[in-house]
Nanobody, 120 residues
Framework: QVQLVESGGGLVQAGGSLRLSCAAS????????MGWYRQAAGKQRELVAV???????NYADSVKGRFTISRDNAKNTVYLQMNSLKPEDTGVYYC??????????????WGQGTQVTVSS
């Protein structure tokens, strides 16, 4: 079993910054991709950013130029630096990881979510 624990959410004014962290633990052999998703009230969960273990990244158009995803493979941790935050960035942010366990079985895990609230 692979667990993901997120931290770093909170309340910030528009234009401010937050940094989210997500650490994966458990029987991990390899993590292929780690990413961040968000879900605003009454809306579907959407991709924010994803990073492969080789460092390739992909961002939602709405966050390009403002958010930066990075990862520390040695620590099985992914980060999301969020700058120039807007009220529309408000939501619950979820971490996701996909890869293989030590028993060679694939996994896909979600964190419990962390609330990000941006006030205008």
């Amino acid at each position: 079993q692979v667990q993901l624990v997120e931290s770093g959410g909170g309340l910030v004014q528009a234009g401010g910054s937050l940094r989210l962290s997500c650490a994966a633990s458990g029987s991990i052999s390899r993590i292929n991709a780690m990413g961040w998703y968000r879900q605003a009230a009454g809306k579907q969960r959407e991709l924010v950013a994803v990073i492969t273990n080789g460092g390739s990244t992909n961002y939602a158009d709405s966050v390009k130029g403002r958010f930066t995803i990075s990862r520390d493979n040695a620590k099985n941790t992914v980060y999301l630096q969020m700058n120039s935050l807007k009220p529309e960035d408000t939501g619950v942010y979820y971490c996701n990881a996909e890869g293989y366990r030590r028993d060679f079985r694939s996994f896909g895990s979600w964190g419990q979510g962390t609330q990000v609230t941006v006030s205008s």
